[in-house]
């Protein structure tokens, strides 16, 4: 069992730029979610998902899209990065009912200049 | 605004001593409370929880103290050792809805 997977572990991107953050995970686990952390901020909800095909929003998504094709895979969009967006991104996924665990992925650290 | 309140903010302990951690809530929906433990470089684990029909729950050297009329709860970590040294988040939530993590303690056990 890998667990979540993410990746990139590391991007710099320019002003304007775009890019997918992947995250992957193999415990057939039904929620998905993504974060970020800023410093002194905790952890940010981002996007979530209940299943494939069904994403909704969370405390700060303006400026990220996710989709969830698949049960195994939550990629979240960056479409005009900018200097906000420098963060670590976490990627996280849980079971469900009956399962209030949180597992979280290794982080991706995001630089925008 | 922050559904979940920590502090401090950084805390630095004596190896051996008594490392307190503190949270406070103010929505009475939250059910499920946990704690998060992250090293640098990783993700945050889920170190332990509570639900609030208990006011203390103890895992080895953790033990989670919850005040529910106070709308409080805290991480004690008894006997703090180096490798104890890490960021911890507290979180709540009600029902099947989503997390609300606090800011984070930044806990340095020195030897």
């Known amino acids: 069992n890998a667990g979540v997977t993410q990746t990139p572990k590391f991007r710099i991107l320019k002003i304007g730029q775009s890019m997918t953050l992947q995250c992957a995970q193999d415990m057939n686990h039904n929620y998905m979610y993504w974060y970020r952390q800023d410093p002194g901020m905790g952890l940010k909800l981002i996007y979530y998902s209940v299943g494939a095909g069904i994403t909704d929003k969370g405390e700060v998504p303006n400026g990220y899209n996710v989709s969830r094709s698949t049960t195994e895979d939550f990629p979240l969009r960056l479409e005009l990065a900018a200097p906000s967006q420098t963060s670590v991104y976490f990627c996280?996924?849980?079971?469900?009912?009956?399962?209030?665990?949180?597992?979280f992925g290794p982080g991706t650290r995001l630089t925008v200049l | 605004q922050q559904q979940v309140k920590q502090s401090p903010q950084s805390l630095i302990v004596q190896k051996g001593g008594i490392s307190i951690i503190n949270c406070a809530y103010e929505n009475t929906a939250f059910d499920y409370f946990p704690w998060y433990q992250q090293f640098p470089g990783k993700g945050p684990a889920l170190l332990i929880a509570?639900?609030?029909?208990?006011s203390e729950k103890k895992e080895g050297r953790f033990t989670i103290s919850f005040n529910k009329s106070a709308k409080q709860f805290s991480l004690h970590i008894m006997d703090s050792q180096p490798g104890d040294s890490a960021t911890y988040f507290c979180a709540a939530k009600a029902g099947a809805n989503n997390l609300f993590f606090g800011t984070g303690t930044r806990l340095t056990v020195i030897p």
């Open positions: 996280a996924s849980r079971a469900g009912t009956g399962g209030n665990e949180q597992f």
């Open positions: 509570i639900r609030p029909d208990v």
